[in-house]
């Protein structure tokens, strides 16, 4: 078992006792950002390689009071409009971006910010891996959260984090963001209801 699969199983062992119901995370990115790769060094059971579709490719995976919802995004704005409809009751988004694709940065960034923008995706969380990180052209974390502008995310939580999925380096400090973010969640949302019932 690598790192990272353990790590996810450390996550979903503390989720347990926290909530009862399946925790909804999605995972967006534009293609070849290497989010079949992070999925297969997260998850515990394998996955089918998702192949570059024209249009998109939904995937999901559940794992442990967890629910994986891995989006292969062809670049078609006509398509877009069917895939948002998917977004509802997200706990949490992450959004993996090929670090070494410089040239892609500010298409990446365009997504991010109107996906930010949707109404179901409202003060969501953001997990941003800057995924590559192994090849030596990768830009740094630090550089990407600039460029995409992230200080201008001030209705949400968000973390940008540097990893590798092919060695798993990281992964598990982004997926330690995740457990602690939605268990704070829940734990605000579940005082908001205990008030609302005196």
């Not at 399946?22 to 990115?29: A, H, M, N």
């Not at 997260?42 to 442990?64: C, M, R, W, Y």
């Not at 540097?162 to 400090?173: I, P, T």
Request: charged share 25%; aromatic share 6%.
């Amino acid at each position: 078992m690598g790192e990272a699969q353990k790590g996810l199983l450390s996550v979903i062992e503390k989720l347990k006792g926290s909530t009862e119901q399946e925790v909804r995370i999605v995972l967006l990115g534009l293609d070849n950002a290497g989010k079949t790769t992070l999925l297969k060094s997260l998850a515990s059971e394998d996955v089918n390689t998702i192949t570059p579709t024209q249009g998109f490719n939904i995937k999901s995976v559940a794992s442990h009071g967890m629910k994986l919802n891995v989006w292969d995004i062809g670049g078609q704005r006509k398509i877009r409009p069917f895939w948002k409809k998917y977004l509802e009751n997200t706990d949490l988004l992450i959004y993996v971006i090929d670090s070494a694709d410089k040239k892609r940065f500010e298409e990446t960034g365009l997504e991010l910010s109107e996906l930010t923008d949707e109404e179901n995706l409202k003060g969501v969380p953001v997990l941003i891996f800057a995924n590559k990180q192994d090849l030596a052209t990768a830009s740094p974390a630090s550089e990407i959260a600039e460029g995409l502008n992230l200080h201008t995310y001030r209705d949400r939580e968000w973390q940008i984090q540097a990893c590798s999925a092919v060695s798993g380096e990281g992964v598990q400090d982004g997926m330690n963001w995740i457990c602690n973010n939605i268990m704070n969640r829940k734990k605000r949302t579940s005082v908001k209801t205990d008030q609302d019932e005196t």
